[in-house]
T-cell receptor, first 114, second 115 residues
Framework: KAGVTQTPRYLIKTRGQQVTLSCSPISGHRSVSWYQQTPGQGLQFLFE???????NKGNFPGRFSGRQFSNSRSEMNVSTLELGDSALYLC?????????????FGSGTQLSVL | DQQVKQNSPSLSVQEGRISILNCDYT??????FLWYKKYPAEGPTFLIS?????DKNEDGRFTVFLNKSAKHLSLHIVPSQPGDSAVYFCAASASFGGATNKLIFGTGTLLAVQP
């Protein structure tokens, strides 16, 4: 089975721009979650999508949004980029059929905002 | 407010010895705990988990201990190998009666296993 695929791997943007990140979950997985990793902050939960519906949301401003398509692929969008948005953005998938399932993570998209 | 804390940013151990990584949490609603390992330029990979109804779970060289009264869990790696050198993240979730993929992560501990 192919793993979670995130594109692009690296991205450089300037302040004020917007960016779209893409995630393809493991085949058969219907849940996609997004996390932001910054040095010293660990991984911070952004949101989770299941069957095209946002099921859970973290404490991030409205500039961060996402969506999920019928094939379970997901995109995350950040508008009006700020320097502090520079981070590794990780996508994770699971089948979400039972409680307490482990998440499978992609390698992430490293975003640098200049 | 950091609900999951890993107070040791780094740990160095000799090959063959035991590595003990610690994690504390503050939210008593957490009922499921996981450890992930992360190498540079890769995503975290699942290592081992434990439900709050247990106090110990083993998988090969890895054992996780949960002390609910102290809100503390630890990961033991015995024996430690150089390939174990990575950042280890502790994570927790609260099911609230339904499935959730909202994991709260600690800030990670960098483990260096010296040959």
């Amino acid at each position: 089975k192919a793993g979670v695929t995130q594109t692009p791997r690296y991205l450089i943007k300037t302040r004020g721009q917007q960016v779209t990140l893409s995630c393809s979950p493991i085949s058969g997985h219907r849940s996609v979650s997004w996390y932001q990793q910054t040095p010293g902050q660990g991984l911070q939960f952004l949101f989770e999508y299941f069957s095209e519906t946002q099921r859970n949301k973290g404490n991030f401003p409205g500039r961060f949004s996402g969506r999920q398509f019928s094939n379970s692929r997901s995109e995350m969008n950040v508008s009006t980029l700020e320097l502090g948005d520079s981070a590794l953005y990780l996508c994770a998938s699971s089948s979400r059929q039972t409680l307490n399932e482990k998440l499978f993570f992609g390698s992430g998209t490293q975003l640098s905002v200049l | 407010d950091q609900q999951v804390k890993q107070n040791s940013p780094s740990l160095s151990v000799q090959e063959g010895r035991i590595s003990i990584l610690n994690c504390d949490y503050t939210n008593s609603m957490f009922d499921y705990f996981l450890w992930y390992k992360k190498y540079p330029a890769e995503g975290p990979t699942f290592l081992i988990s434990i439900s709050s109804i247990k106090d110990k779970n083993e998988d090969g060289r890895f054992t996780v201990f949960l002390n609910k009264s102290a809100k503390h869990l630890s990961l033991h790696i015995v024996p430690s190998q150089p390939g174990d050198s990575a950042v280890y993240f502790c994570a927790a979730s609260a099911s609230f009666g339904g499935a959730t993929n909202k994991l709260i992560f600690g800030t990670g501990t960098l483990l260096a296993v010296q040959p």
